[in-house]
């Protein structure tokens, strides 16, 4: 499976990005596919999920802030991210939940400054 994420940058606080994962080589619509990020020195954390029936979870931080969504036509997930902050700088990454995960896509750079 290769994954393929893009939309990452540079904004300042406030505002709003929207990130999408390709995925190619699999069925893609029957997995329960999340968001994941990783900050410099931390662990990568799960922030977002959304199942093959568009059912969505989202880790406390990111929650009336973050939106995940999915078109399983296009193979793709995306993440529409408003009201940014400085925390939410991390490299971005999209993968099934369900373990073991495919190999990981390299991601896409997000960083909130001013």
């Known amino acids: 499976v290769l994954l393929v994420e893009s939309g990452g940058g540079l904004v300042q606080p406030g505002g709003s990005l929207r990130l999408s994962c390709a995925a190619s080589?699999?069925?893609?619509?029957?997995?329960?596919m999340g968001w994941y990020r990783q900050a410099p020195g931390k662990q990568r954390e799960l922030v977002a999920t959304i199942t093959s029936g568009d059912s969505t979870n989202y880790v406390d931080s990111v929650k009336g802030r973050f939106t995940i969504t999915r078109d399983n036509a296009k193979n793709t997930v995306y993440l529409q991210m408003n009201s940014l902050e400085p925390e939410d700088t991390a490299v971005y990454y999209c993968n099934r939940v369900r373990k073991p995960s495919w190999d990981w896509g390299q991601g896409t750079q997000v960083t909130v400054s001013s």
């Open positions: 080589g699999t069925i893609f619509s029957i997995y329960t």
